[in-house]
């Protein structure tokens, strides 16, 4: 596609990534692979303050790629802090993200944007949900445990909010309250928004290369933490009111609320979706 500008990026592929040198060039081959002929797109790379080659390798990359983009971090600061970085910087109505270590299929991006197009402006997020996860025993453990916990607590009616495989509107990610962590809630957050949620199911593979950059007990105690930020926000949440601007001669409504998301895209024929609520 032409290089990325406003005027043709429909959807913007948000990969944050930290030492990932040797899964850049599969990685971006596959996106292009997935989306070429399908939509106007920009790919935005966030280097989390990558000591490796990163940057090297998708500078090389830019050169033959036009919509290729890298942002990058000065210092580490966290997945939820280099998603978010992308997302400000995204030119594309839908932003779709994905791990960059090459467990995340980019297959299945079509499916994810088109719940979202399909949505009618009611669905805020469409979540991957892994089948066939290749992680070790003990990761799927935690993940067990972390997405049982959250669901009794928060109850965002989603099995698996781990996958880093979403799509949503741009604005929608951009109206919720930032914090660290933030990726691992979107469903909750989406729902305290009056927004419905399309799953995708997803089926997960092997990393190409490398070491996970994630460790359980490094993020133990702040996910708990977290947790009870989520549930106190949604807990105070009150109703988005209806705004109209008075002009002395009529008056014109500028917000509404969305109350009713039951018919969401129920008898929708979208590829891949299996369940909107």
Not at 34 to 47: F, M, Q, S, T
Not at 122 to 127: D, F, K, P, Q
Not at 174 to 187: E, V
């Amino acid at each position: 596609m032409p290089a990325s500008d406003q005027t043709t990026v429909a959807v913007s592929i948000v990969v944050p990534v930290r030492n990932e040198a040797d899964n850049i060039a599969p990685l971006i081959a596959e996106i292009a692979a997935a989306l070429d002929g399908r939509w106007g797109y920009e790919i935005i790379y966030v280097n989390d303050g990558s000591t490796d080659a990163t940057g090297e390798r998708l500078a090389a990359i830019m050169v033959q790629r036009p919509n290729l983009r890298q942002l990058r971090h000065a210092a580490s600061a966290g997945q939820s802090a280099a998603v978010r970085s992308g997302v400000r910087a995204a030119r594309g109505a839908i932003v779709a993200t994905l791990d960059g270590d090459g467990q995340n299929n980019p297959a299945f991006l079509p499916n994810l944007i088109s719940a979202i197009e399909s949505g009618g402006g009611r669905v805020g997020l469409a979540a991957g949900q892994r089948v066939g996860r290749k992680d070790t025993g003990f990761k799927k453990l935690q993940s067990r445990i972390a997405n049982a916990v959250r669901g009794v607590i928060l109850r965002d009616g989603t099995r698996d909010t781990g996958c880093g495989l979403k799509a949503f509107p741009r604005e929608v990610f951009l109206a919720m309250p930032y914090f660290d962590g933030l990726h691992r809630f979107l469903p909750a957050l989406v729902r305290r928004e009056g927004f419905a949620i399309a799953y995708v199911d997803v089926v997960d593979r092997p990393r190409h290369s490398g070491v996970s950059n994630y460790g359980f007990f490094d993020r133990l105690w702040i996910g708990i933490m977290d947790l009870a930020g989520v549930w106190w926000l949604i807990r105070r949440k009150k109703p988005t009111p209806v705004v109209t601007e008075v002009t002395g001669v009529t008056e014109v409504t500028d917000v509404t609320e969305v109350t009713d998301l039951t018919e969401v895209a129920e008898g929708a024929k979208v590829p891949g979706v299996t369940k909107v609520n």
